[in-house]
């Protein structure tokens, strides 16, 4: 049974940082990617990570701020947020593929995703 477990969200300050995890079970050598949605918008891709962690894309609007990275010991995969600002705020998901895809940004190449966890950013 494959699932999903979010955690690091929280209220921060504008300008400020967080660190999301998940932790994932039940799969073996597949693509991971967090996606977000903020209250009455459409779910956005934010990064996604390759299995091996070389290879990461990201959105234009968090590129040079967030950092994806994965520790396949751990299953786990991390996004790292600085620098954040209000438009930030947003529901962040994390999703992982049911085999290596690569750096998909498509939502629907994602099979599985995790229950969300709120990132709040305050100006």
């Known amino acids: 049974q494959v699932q999903l477990v979010e955690s690091g969200g929280g209220l921060v300050q504008a300008g400020g940082s967080l660190r999301l995890s998940c932790v994932a079970s039940g799969l073996t050598s597949y693509t991971m990617g967090w996606f977000r949605q903020a209250p009455s918008k459409e779910r956005e891709f934010v990064a996604a990570?390759?299995?091996?962690?070389?290879?990461?894309n990201y959105a234009d609007s968090v590129k040079g701020r967030f950092t994806i990275s994965r520790d396949n010991a751990k299953n786990t995969v991390y996004l790292q947020m600085n620098s954040l600002k209000p438009e930030d705020t947003a529901a962040y998901y994390c999703?992982?593929?049911?085999?290596?895809?690569?750096?998909?940004?498509?939502?629907?190449?994602?099979?599985?995703w995790g229950q969300g966890t709120q990132v709040t950013v305050s100006s």
């Open positions: 999703a992982a593929a049911a085999s290596n895809l690569g750096t998909t940004r498509r939502s629907n190449s994602y099979s599985y």
């Open positions: 990570i390759s299995w091996s962690g070389v290879s990461t």
